[in-house]
DNA sequence: TCGCTTTTGGAACAACGTTCCAATAACGAG
DNA sequence: CTCGTTATTGGAACGTTGTTCCAAAAGCGA
């Protein structure tokens, strides 16, 4: 098997390539989840064996992280750029979700590694929008880590969710969730989540998600422009 | 060596127990860390074998839930129920963060299981004090889940910030992010975060996330309290 | 005292990320 | 063109992980 072929061009016909090991790497995460991506099934997709790929990368770490900053950098390149400043920030808030609705694994790499690159680029596509949105330059760091907070808590549970309910359906999923708080034991000891039980089951995520970034904005505006309380 | 002993009462003086092995699971995590956590060490620190832990416990999932549980719950129960309803709602948001501070490992487990035992109290605990809020009963589901949402993102982010720096101390190593901020190439495309790293280096978690909570409370009490818009 | 069930702990397994290395292609200097 | 040097390749091997399996031991009701 695998003849030798002595004598040809090139070893292979197509260079591997840090590039091309990130390509692959995403290849197998959305189509097979985070738990698929190992250096056997990266070896399998580029017909090469994990010596070669660790000459291009240093560990799986560096692969996940540059497939994040590369996913965050082009679903932050679709964001138009002709809104105001409160339409450019939800513009962005709602390009992560959708990112993280189509990549769920990105979510859970995000929380990974602290302040990694694609991280960078997510603090700086919310930041960029609060001087014209009137946010009091003392308040900038702060609101910008709010709203980066917010998009990594949904981006994680978001993450952790799809995860285990790959094979099982999202709402069946949800709704045995529901059925938990509405135990006696349960309920009993928990009559907020008990009332919330039947909106968990029905919410809509983006909606949701949506509903947040308001009262975010809506605080931001309330505290920190035109300088608000202390 | 370990001489049989061959009759005597017990195998054991202390009966193993689910209890007991996510004491010390518990720990090794306050000890040394999320990835100290294996069934090796926790075979030792408990005297017995990977066998013994499984008749109890089904996974290592199940010991990280119910042990990021049980310190969910118990910070909990130290929290003053004397307060009105938005000192409430703070002294549990400050009590998370106090306890991600203490147990950072808790912050990762929290993002591996979706609506996980420990979520459950998390999202009672701040839901308790809605009514007494005045929200508005349509946008409970969503202010609670907000904020959950916002503590999980900065617990994982603490999380993981704390894992890199175990060694490293983390002022020095928030002052190399920083640096990397104002590096010229990146600094050409990234203003805002270049303006904002000198603020990076020197913030203060607890501060920046009871400011965090500040935004959202505030942007609860103006959209969903009295009724709001829409 | 005997039979059955629970509990124990260690051996064994498959899979993982990573390291190492011999073989090969590419390339610059002569 | 030729040759020594470097870069690149891919597979074998290593140590560690979570988990499974099983035989021995202890507890317990009849």
Chains 1, 2 share one sequence.
Do not use: C
């Amino acid at each position: 098997m695998t003849s030798p072929t002595p004598a040809r061009r090139s070893r292979r016909t197509d260079a591997l390539s840090a590039a091309a090991i990130i390509d692959a790497a995403i290849a197998v995460l959305d189509a097979e989840g985070e738990e698929a991506l190992t250096f056997r099934a990266l070896s399998i997709a580029l017909e090469t064996g994990p010596g070669a790929i660790y000459h291009h990368l240093a560990s799986k770490q560096e692969i996940l992280a540059a497939a994040a900053q590369r996913l965050v950098v082009h679903a932050l390149a679709d964001v138009p750029t002709d809104l105001d400043a409160e339409g450019g920030i939800r513009a962005v808030m709602l390009a992560f979700f959708d990112l993280f609705d189509a990549h769920p694994w990105v979510g859970t790499q995000l929380s990974r590694e602290p302040w990694q690159a694609a991280l960078l680029e997510m603090f700086e596509a919310i930041g960029a929008h609060l001087d014209a949105l009137g946010v009091d330059e003392r308040y900038q760091f702060t609101a910008a880590s709010s709203l980066l907070n917010f998009v990594l808590g949904v981006a994680g549970q978001h993450a952790s969710a799809t995860r285990l309910a790959r094979d099982l359906d999202r709402s069946t999923f949800l709704r045995d969730i529901a059925e938990g708080w509405k135990d006696e034991a349960t309920a009993a000891s928990h009559p907020f989540s008990r009332r919330m039980a039947d909106q968990l089951a029905e919410h809509d995520d983006r909606q949701q998600y949506s509903d947040g970034i308001d009262f975010v904005l809506a605080g931001i505006a309330a505290v920190a422009v035109e300088g608000g309380l202390r």
